[in-house]
């Protein structure tokens, strides 16, 4: 699994970039969890909890993540990753929006770290 934003296709470096822009000057800190996934490493997701030991973590072996179209983040506060501010993540949900991407957060199944291509 990888972090790197250069591991996605050219159009969503472009919208990161934008999203960076905009995440930076609203002064809201955050950092990437995910970029690119395998395909095998998807799958292995997708088996925890239901196959294999752990929490389910993911819904779908089809993640936009496997065709390089997606990144996952964390917010920072006090420069360490938090899930529990749903606030930060419908600020950034919206920025992301703005930027063109698709938010996670929207689905019937909110993911509010996830942002993808249209």
Not at 38 to 46: C, F, G, R, T
Not at 75 to 96: E, F, H, T
Request: hydrophobic share 40%.
């Amino acid at each position: 699994m990888s972090r790197d934003i250069e591991d996605l296709i050219p159009e969503m470096q472009e919208k990161f970039a934008a999203f960076l822009a905009k995440m930076e000057a609203a002064n809201l800190p955050f950092m990437v969890t995910f970029t690119y996934r395998s395909q095998e490493e998807q799958d292995a997701l997708y088996a925890q909890g239901r196959t294999a030991p752990g929490r389910i973590v993911t819904w779908t072996k089809n993640s936009r993540h496997t065709k390089r179209e997606a990144f996952d983040i964390a917010m920072l506060v006090n420069g360490k990753p938090d899930w529990s501010d749903n606030k930060l993540y419908r600020l950034a949900g919206q920025i992301g929006e703005s930027v063109g991407l698709v938010w996670g957060g929207r689905w019937k199944k909110a993911d509010l770290c996830h942002f993808q291509n249209s």
